[in-house]
């Protein structure tokens, strides 16, 4: 799909890990961005984590030294089926996807792999962004590597509590959604900055804090830990892309709201619905004009469901 609009030319967030993660300066790669791509390719989720650990390292690493092996101007070449994925979960409609009650441990397995299907595509999602888009300043590569690195460590702690359960990441079926907008948007790095983390993930902002909340009325207090991680981490994976897409706004001189709007209706974005967790999305970096416009698109959702409820009664 091609874009209405035409193709032109931060800090990262805190992460826990990075101590742990963190190894001496090895020879560095000539091409990080084709280091991302390598790792994307990955289709084992423990060997793809590792090497996104050990590639954010490296940078790291090489950064502090006054280093950088981005190669922006290099424009890559992907080869073969993407993203490298494990034979397992089987991928499915959304709709055919079976809901249980968290208040038994089965129904928490389901809800906890369902978690780590999205952090394995958020982990794909980040370094597409790291290997497809060419002639960008390298603190978007920086940043989305580090988004990358995040993301690896929230799916191994959702994988290790599976493995507390008795259960493993591919024991059940999961669908394709965030990947699916990753492909629709691969033409154009303005509508994948407007749609992935403003869209997608930003969503994940408005569903941690129920989905926490009824995991502590279960008693599952670890499994609640980790969704504050995941919350955490994730305001500031959507401050990312919200740096990202007004960046790229002013430089194609466009009014970020309307690009948005724009971009949405093009590219059949989902329609937000609420309840949204605005004090997050601030944190975020949603401006008050942005939250305004979620409230208002739900507001006229909730009352065109109403009215054909009505008609159908009659």
Request: with cysteine; proline share 6%; aromatic share 8%.
């Amino acid at each position: 799909m091609s874009s209405v609009f035409s193709e032109a030319a931060a800090s990262t967030p805190r992460h826990p890990a990075d101590a742990a993660h963190r190894a001496p300066c090895t020879p560095a790669r000539t091409h990080w961005r084709a280091a991302a791509l390598d790792a994307l390719r990955e289709r084992d989720p423990l060997a793809k984590a590792e090497a996104v650990r050990a590639l954010h390292a490296e940078a790291q690493e090489a950064a502090s030294q006054g280093m950088t092996h981005w190669d922006a101007s290099s424009t890559l070449v992907a080869h073969g089926e993407l993203p490298g994925r494990p034979a397992r979960p089987e991928l499915v409609e959304p709709r055919s996807l079976q809901r249980r009650s968290m208040s038994t441990p089965q129904g928490r397995v389901v809800l906890l792999h369902a978690l780590a299907h999205i952090e394995f595509n958020a982990i794909n999602l980040a370094l597409d962004a790291v290997w497809r888009f060419a002639n960008l300043p390298d603190a978007f590569y920086a940043d989305w590597l580090r988004v990358a690195a995040e993301e690896a460590y929230h799916f191994s702690l959702l994988r290790q509590r599976l493995a507390d359960y008795g259960q493993a990441y591919g024991d059940f079926p999961a669908h394709n959604g965030l990947w699916e907008m990753c492909e629709r948007t691969s033409d154009d790095v303005l509508a994948r900055m407007a749609l992935v983390p403003r869209v997608l993930e930003a969503r994940g902002l408005d569903a941690s804090p129920p989905i926490r909340a009824r995991l502590k009325q279960a008693g599952d207090d670890e499994s609640a830990a980790i969704l504050d991680i995941i919350l955490r981490d994730e305001v500031g994976h959507v401050r990312i892309g919200n740096h990202w897409f007004r960046y790229l706004c002013e430089a194609r001189g466009l009014d970020p709201h309307a690009a948005w709007l724009a971009l949405a209706e093009q590219y059949n974005a989902p329609r937000m619905r609420g309840p949204f967790n605005f004090e997050a999305r601030r944190s975020a970096g949603f401006d008050q004009a942005e939250l305004d416009t979620l409230a208002a698109q739900d507001a006229a959702a909730a009352s065109e469901s109403a009215a054909r409820r009505g008609a159908e009664e009659k």
